[in-house]
């Protein structure tokens, strides 16, 4: 979100085809941290692998300028044949900035 309330969405190129996610991530913070002064929120979506709980989630990092940062994970498991997919528990928790690091 911009600092004008207005809402868009960035992406991050790395020059390869199927890029480690930690190297599209740490792009995209990157990118995103030159823009910050333009900024009021940013959140970063990722599908996520949660080996402690052996199943696959999306995570949403969401950040505010004002110093807020915080993750929730939504595990989630396809049904056998793809019929489907099975909800975990919404989890939230204290994040760790990285565009308004302080």
Same mark, same amino acid.
């Given at each position: 979100?911009?600092?004008?309330?207005?809402?868009?969405?960035?992406a991050?190129? =790395?020059?390869?085809?199927q890029? #480690? %996610? #930690?190297?599209?991530?740490?792009?995209?913070? #990157? %990118?995103?941290?030159?823009?910050?002064?333009?900024?009021?929120?940013?959140?970063? !979506?990722? @599908?996520?692998?949660? /080996? &402690?709980? +052996?199943? @696959?989630?999306? $995570?949403?990092?969401?950040?505010?300028?004002?110093?807020?940062?915080? %993750? !929730? =994970?939504?595990?989630?498991?396809?049904?056998?044949?793809? $019929? +489907?997919?099975?909800?975990? &528990?919404?989890?939230? /928790?204290?994040?760790? #900035?990285?565009?308004?690091?302080?």
């Open positions: 979100m911009d600092e004008g309330g207005d809402h868009r969405m960035v991050a190129e =790395v020059g390869s085809e890029p #480690a %996610s #930690a190297d599209l991530i740490t792009t995209l913070i #990157a %990118s995103l941290s030159v823009q910050r002064d333009h900024l009021r929120a940013v959140a970063i !979506v990722a @599908d996520v692998r949660l /080996s &402690d709980q +052996g199943t @696959d989630g999306i $995570r949403v990092t969401l950040e505010h300028a004002e110093g807020v940062a915080l %993750s !929730v =994970v939504l595990p989630y498991r396809v049904r056998r044949l793809g $019929r +489907g997919i099975n909800y975990g &528990d919404l989890q939230a /928790s204290e994040a760790v #900035a990285f565009i308004w690091a302080r």
